[in-house]
């Protein structure tokens, strides 16, 4: 099967090759949108980026539209709504925003290349079987929480965010269920956490990232192993999104001394030395 990727960056564009290479898929390259409608005829599936330097990616999936029923899926670093609901009402079959775990997209081409079966020019008789997806083990499934009180901010509420089924959070260890640093707790149990006696609000992920950074307070955790760890070993897509991470931590606990960052390897947690000795602050 042909995969046609248009995407402005090289080194986006490489990864994905290799990627879809190790699963049997043949790919081509297209850098804007006037060369991915000049290699439309070749391709079984499109994956498309919104940003490209000559045309909008909108328009070119509604000039793929106008002679194709090629399978088009949207991979965009956009989370607006206004963005997926452009690309979807332009013909796209489907939109994953990025950053995103390699399994979920190789699921969702695996998707859309079954709906798209009975197209007469891309169904099966042009399109070779995707075969079986990778196998993953099923999700640890949390007990169900009780609903929120009323005044509770639903859209901070870690418990309420999507919960990628590809991407579950590992069930803590007895001994890791209370962890603290200084004023600093966290139950893994109730997923809270606390600040002397104030709940901080965290998301799904900051609680993940902040639970492993309490596991060994004072202990440097390379980039790599908080990625692997607290969103996929398989993921796809910028470490960028762990800096904005720890930002945000930074800012929710009001110190960004609580998280340390040590330059070209990673971070690490303590405890802010104003809080050790409130002599220092000021």
């Keep these: 099967m042909n995969v046609l990727i248009v995407e402005n960056d090289d080194a986006m564009a490489e990864a994905l090759r290799q990627m879809l290479g190790m699963h049997g898929y043949t790919t081509r390259h297209a850098r804007t949108g006037t060369d991915a409608l000049d290699q439309l005829p070749l391709a079984d599936l499109v994956l498309l980026d919104l940003v490209l330097p000559d045309l909008a990616g909108h328009e070119v999936c509604r000039r793929i539209r106008e002679h194709s029923c090629v399978p088009v899926i949207v991979l965009s670093g956009s989370h607006h709504e206004l963005d997926q609901v452009l690309a979807l009402n332009s013909g796209a079959d489907d939109f994953v925003p990025k950053p995103f775990g390699r399994h979920e997209l190789l699921a969702r081409i695996g998707a859309v290349l079954r709906r798209g079966a009975g197209?007469?020019?891309?169904?099966?008789?042009?399109?070779?079987?995707?075969?079986?997806?990778?196998?993953?083990?099923?999700?640890?499934?949390?007990?169900?929480?009780?609903?929120?009180?009323?005044?509770?901010?639903?859209?901070?509420?870690?418990?309420?965010?999507?919960?990628?089924?590809?991407?579950?959070?590992?069930?803590?260890?007895?001994?890791?269920?209370?962890?603290?640093?200084?004023?600093?707790?966290?139950?893994?149990?109730?997923?809270?956490?606390?600040?002397?006696?104030?709940?901080?609000?965290?998301?799904?992920?900051?609680?993940?990232?902040?639970?492993?950074?309490?596991?060994?307070?004072?202990?440097?955790?390379?980039?790599?192993?908080?990625?692997?760890?607290?969103?996929?070993?398989n993921w796809f897509g910028s470490t960028r999104t762990l800096d904005v991470h720890v930002g945000s931590l930074r800012g929710k606990l009001g110190s960004p001394h609580w998280i340390e960052t040590v330059r070209g390897v990673g971070y690490r947690l303590t405890v802010p030395a104003a809080l050790l000795c409130p002599a220092l602050e000021g």
Excluded: N
């Design 119 to 233: 197209c007469l020019q891309h169904g099966t008789g042009a399109i070779a079987d995707p075969g079986p997806l990778p196998l993953v083990s099923a999700p640890h499934r949390p007990p169900a929480r009780p609903a929120p009180e009323p005044g509770y901010d639903t859209d901070t509420d870690p418990d309420t965010e999507p919960v990628p089924w590809l991407e579950p959070a590992a069930a803590p260890r007895p001994e890791q269920r209370h962890l603290s640093a200084g004023p600093l707790r966290l139950d893994a149990r109730t997923r809270k956490v606390h600040l002397y006696d104030d709940e901080v609000r965290v998301t799904r992920k900051e609680f993940d990232l902040l639970a492993m950074l309490l596991e060994e307070p004072g202990t440097v955790l390379r980039r790599e192993e908080i990625m692997a760890r607290v969103w996929d070993e």
